[in-house]
C-alpha cells in the first residue's frame, strides 16, 4: 500500500516553489509543479530516477558484492547482463564491453562470483541496478587479498629489490628446468630449446605445480638443484591457469627458496597477464615458458651467421697480411742483387780504381821526372858524380813501375779466382743444370708436406718464373 501523499512532504532535493511566471521550454523536462499548497512540489518521473539515480551514486563507493550468477544475458553489443541473488535477494547487473574484455573466466549461471561495481539506477525503467567493473569466481576474492599481502610484506623486506637480480649467462653450459614432467610447459620448453640450440643439455627436476603442498615441492626442487650443481641457470615454468591453478607460485616458502638460490632463476608462469610472487623474486620474469626457454638459450642460427661472419673477415684479413707481405719479398727482390753480380760488380770497379790508379802514378811519375830531369840539369852543372846518381835514381823509379803492375796483376787473378769459384757454387749455376726454385706464399718449398694439392705455387728456372698449381703431394 502507498501512503497518502502529504502536502508537507518533499522528496530530496527538493526547493523553494520555483516562480510561476517562468516554466521550461518546448520539450524538455517541465520540473516540478507547484500544487495549491505552499510547499508542494511535483516530480516527473524522468527527474525523480535522476535524483535517485545520483543519490545512489554519492551514498555508495566501488563495493564488493557476492552471489549467485543468474540469467545471464549476452547481447550482440558485447555488453553482458545478469542478477546476481542469494537466498534472500536478489539484483541486476551490467557489465559493459569494455570490462568484459578483461575478464579471465566466462562467466556461466550457477556460479558463485564476487563483482567491484557502483550502486545505480537504469532511469528509463526505474530499475535499481549494479554496473559492475570486474568480475571474478567466489574463491579468488580471498587469494587476491593474501596475494597483495604477502606482495606487499614481501617488497618491504628487500625481496623484490633489483640489486639482488643476477645476470643470465650468454652460453649455459647447462639448463635447469623445474616443473611437471607430464604438463604442456616443459613440451613447449623442450620444443624452443631444440629449435634454437639443440646442443645445450638439459636437467629436469620433476615436481608438481598445482594443489596443496606444490609450492613447497617446488621450493625443495629448486634446493636440490642447488645441492647438485649441475646448471648455470633454472627455468621455473608452468601453462596458464586461474589464480587458484597458479597459486603454488603464490606461496612465501617459494619465494624466499628462489630469493635464497644462487643460480639465476627465470620464471615463466601461465600467460603474459599473469604475475605470480615467484615472478617478482626471480631475476627475470618471461610472459610464457615459451619465452623462457627463448631468453635463457643461446640462437644457434644467429651463432652460424656470427662465426661465418668473423671466419670471412679472418679470411679476408689473411689474405690481405699475405698479399701485404708478397708485396714486400717483391720489392726486396728486386733490391737484392745476386752475389756474383756483385763481386763483378766490385771487380769492375776495382779494375776501374786500378786503371784511374795508372794513370795518376804515371801522371805524378811524368810530373816527378820532368823536375828531376830539370834537378838533374842543374846538378850536372855543379857535381861531377850527377850524373851516376841519375842514372840510379832511374833504376829505382822503373823497379816501382814494375812492382805496382805486378801487384795489381795478382789482385786481378785473385778476383777471377773468387769470381769462379762463387759462381761454381751459385744457385744460377744450378738452375742452368735444369733445376728449379719452387715458392708458395713467397718461401721456398722444401718438403712435398709444406703444400697440399691445389696451392698454387711459383717456379723459379734459370731464366724467369712459371706459375703452378700442385696436383699431387707425397711428402718423403
Not at 101 to 109: G, H, I, K, Q, V
Not at 292 to 315: F, G, M
Request: proline share 7%; net charge positive; charged share 30%.
Amino acid at each position: 500500500m502507498h501512503a497518502p501523499f502529504d502536502s508537507d512532504f518533499a522528496l530530496p532535493g527538493s526547493g523553494p516553489a520555483p516562480d510561476p511566471g517562468s516554466g521550461p521550454g518546448p520539450g524538455s523536462d517541465p520540473g516540478p509543479r507547484t500544487g495549491s499548497g505552499p510547499n508542494r512540489e511535483i516530480y516527473t518521473v524522468g527527474r525523480l530516477n535522476d535524483e535517485v539515480a545520483r543519490l545512489f551514486e554519492d551514498s555508495f563507493p566501488l563495493i564488493w558484492v557476492e552471489g549467485e550468477l543468474t540469467n545471464l544475458a549476452r547481447p550482440r553489443s558485447g555488453h553482458m547482463y545478469f542478477t546476481l541473488k542469494d537466498s534472500r535477494a536478489q539484483v541486476r547487473c551490467a557489465l559493459f564491453r569494455s570490462n568484459r574484455m578483461r575478464l579471465r573466466f566466462e562467466p556461466r549461471d550457477g556460479m558463485q562470483v564476487i563483482a567491484r561495481a557502483r550502486v545505480g539506477l537504469y532511469g528509463p525503467r526505474g530499475d535499481f541496478q549494479l554496473v559492475v567493473q570486474e568480475l571474478e569466481p567466489a574463491g579468488e576474492g580471498a587469494l587476491r587479498l593474501a596475494y597483495d599481502r604477502l606482495r606487499l610484506r614481501l617488497q618491504e623486506e628487500g625481496l623484490f629489490d633489483p640489486k639482488h637480480k643476477r645476470p643470465l649467462p650468454g652460453f649455459p653450459r647447462r639448463l635447469g628446468v623445474v616443473t611437471s614432467p607430464t604438463g604442456a610447459a616443459v613440451r613447449d620448453v623442450l620444443k624452443v630449446l631444440g629449435r634454437r640450440f639443440p646442443a645445450l643439455p638439459v636437467v629436469i627436476y620433476p615436481t608438481r605445480v598445482q594443489g596443496e603442498g606444490a609450492g613447497e615441492e617446488i621450493a625443495a626442487a629448486i634446493r636440490a638443484a642447488v645441492r647438485r650443481a649441475e646448471c648455470d641457470v633454472l627455468l621455473v615454468v608452468r601453462g596458464g591457469g586461474s589464480l587458484e591453478d597458479l597459486w603454488s607460485f603464490n606461496e612465501e616458502g617459494l619465494a624466499r627458496a628462489i630469493h635464497a638460490c644462487p643460480i639465476p632463476v627465470v620464471t615463466g608462469v601461465g600467460h603474459e597477464s599473469d604475475v605470480t610472487i615467484a615472478d617478482f623474486v626471480a631475476d627475470e620474469r618471461a610472459p610464457t615458458p615459451s619465452a623462457a626457454a627463448e631468453r635463457t638459450s643461446p640462437n644457434r642460427s644467429e651463432l652460424v651467421e656470427r662465426v661465418a661472419a668473423v671466419a670471412e673477415r679472418a679470411r679476408r684479413a689473411a689474405a690481405m697480411g699475405a698479399e701485404r707481405r708478397r708485396t714486400t719479398l717483391e720489392l726486396q727482390r728486386r733490391r737484392l742483387r745476386h752475389p756474383l753480380l756483385r763481386i763483378e760488380n766490385l771487380a769492375q770497379r776495382a779494375d776501374e780504381f786500378g786503371r784511374r790508379a795508372a794513370v795518376a802514378f804515371d801522371r805524378r811519375s811524368e810530373e816527378t821526372r820532368r823536375r828531376m830531369a830539370a834537378l838533374f840539369h842543374r846538378l850536372e852543372r855543379t857535381r861531377p858524380d850527377a850524373r851516376a846518381l841519375r842514372t840510379k835514381i832511374e833504376n829505382l823509379e822503373r823497379r816501382g813501375r814494375s812492382a805496382t803492375v805486378e801487384r795489381q796483376a795478382r789482385a786481378a787473378a785473385r778476383v777471377r779466382e773468387l769470381v769462379r769459384a762463387l759462381h761454381a757454387v751459385s744457385p744460377g749455376r744450378t738452375l742452368d743444370r735444369g733445376y728449379a726454385i719452387i715458392y708458395r706464399d713467397g718461401a721456398i718449398v722444401r718438403d712435398a708436406g709444406e703444400v697440399a694439392p691445389g696451392d698454387a705455387v711459383t717456379a723459379r728456372l734459370a731464366r724467369g718464373r712459371l706459375g703452378a698449381t700442385v696436383t699431387s703431394a707425397e711428402p718423403d
